[in-house]
């Protein structure tokens, strides 16, 4: 057991949720495949191609086909969705974590 009392293993919960770690996928390498995504992120591709969609239709990210690839292009002028954050730009959270 853990300090707190909890059995939880210390990676039982991130600071950023899937459609974060998605978005820092994209950021890194904007040609990055769904399955790679998955792999990463820890999610299934569905849930990816969910996601995708959802920060697609959030104007979050613009999704280009390149003959059999998707190109990725985020856009950094969107503010961040929580009002707690709403002051800061998604570029800002992408300068941040990406390495």
Not at 36 to 56: F, H, N, P, S
Request: proline letters at 3%; a positive charge; aromatic letters at 4%.
């Amino acid at each position: 057991m853990k300090r707190n009392g909890s059995s939880e293993s210390p990676a039982a919960w991130t600071f950023l949720s899937n459609h974060g770690h998605v978005l820092v996928c994209i950021a890194r390498d904007a040609n990055v495949r769904v399955r790679e995504i998955a792999q990463a992120v820890g999610v299934t591709e569905r849930a990816v191609q969910r996601i995708l969609r959802e920060l697609e239709e959030a104007g979050v990210i613009v999704r280009t086909r390149q003959g059999r690839r998707t190109h990725y292009e985020v856009n950094e002028g969107i503010p961040l969705r929580h009002p707690i954050e709403s002051e800061h730009s998604v570029g800002e959270l992408v300068r941040v974590v990406r390495s």
